[in-house]
């Protein structure tokens, strides 16, 4: 049982955010999923009744793994209130981490919607300051500012703000592909406001990125997820 919910835990943290773990995807398959295929195929009723149990005692990522393991096992579309409880249980783990709505796949924020969304927020941020509460330094005209640092990675994408001659452009400073690593520009957002384009920014990350400017951080609705 200890095993099973220490290979939960495992997939889930890989799951999340596989790009930022160490562990190679033929590995995960062959130790954490590949094992369980055939057993989760035989009877998926009895797999996710007994997976389900088996996590009964654990939070977090075991959860999060067990619920994400039944739709890498038997697809998103299954349906059991056992596999029900594990997503119950898995979304409040991250709503508890303060994680945004948009970090949610398609079939967390389908069931949410199904059993929450038409009457329960998913996180309430805190409302738009004001230009007196969160001021803004003027950029010059042709000025380039970064903004944002989105990801720790030395390769990240970044956030520039540009100032033309009408207004202001959010810029997205990024590697070409995963196999071309040099870097192209492309414009993202613009706004006659700067303090309009500060919130949309802000509102489109919906909590801070690795690093950024200290005048944008306030205009982050949300505070950063609380996961590790």
Request: hydrophobic share 40%; aromatic share 14%; glycine share 8%.
């Given at each position: 049982m200890d095993e099973l919910i220490a290979k939960m835990e495992?997939?889930?943290?890989?799951?999340?955010?596989?790009?930022?773990?160490?562990?190679?995807?033929?590995?995960?398959?062959?130790?954490?999923?590949?094992?369980?295929?055939?057993?989760?195929?035989?009877?998926?009723?009895?797999?996710?009744?007994?997976?389900?149990?088996?996590?009964?005692?654990?939070?977090?990522?075991?959860?999060?793994?067990?619920?994400?393991?039944?739709?890498?096992?038997?697809?998103?579309?299954?349906?059991h209130p056992a596999a029900d409880e594990l997503m119950h249980r898995s979304l409040q783990f991250l709503r508890s981490r303060g994680v945004p709505e948009l970090h949610l796949n398609g079939y967390e924020r389908e069931f949410w919607a199904r059993h929450h969304g038409r009457t329960e927020p998913w996180l309430v941020g805190r409302p738009r300051p004001t230009l007196q509460q969160a001021p803004i330094t003027e950029p010059r005209v042709g000025e380039h500012r970064l903004l944002a640092h989105i990801v720790p990675e030395p390769d990240s994408n970044l956030v520039v703000l540009c100032r033309g001659g009408d207004g202001y452009l959010a810029v997205i400073d990024?590697?070409?592909?995963?196999?071309?690593?040099?870097?192209?520009?492309?414009?993202?957002?613009?706004?006659?406001?700067?303090?309009?384009?500060?919130?949309?920014?802000?509102?489109?990350?919906?909590?801070?990125?690795?690093?950024c400017d200290t005048e944008l951080a306030p205009y982050f609705p949300l505070p950063p997820s609380r996961l590790y």
């Open positions: 495992r997939f889930g943290r890989y799951t999340f955010k596989p790009l930022g773990q160490q562990d190679d995807p033929n590995e995960i398959w062959r130790d954490l999923i590949g094992p369980l295929f055939p057993i989760a195929q035989a009877d998926p009723d009895a797999f996710v009744t007994r997976l389900t149990r088996a996590v009964s005692s654990a939070e977090g990522w075991a959860v999060y793994g067990a619920t994400h393991a039944v739709i890498e096992l038997l697809g998103g579309d299954f349906r990024a590697k070409y592909s995963d196999d071309d690593p040099s870097r192209a520009c492309r414009d993202w957002k613009t706004a006659r406001r700067l303090d309009d384009l500060y919130w949309d920014i802000g509102t489109a990350f919906q909590i801070p990125t690795f690093w």
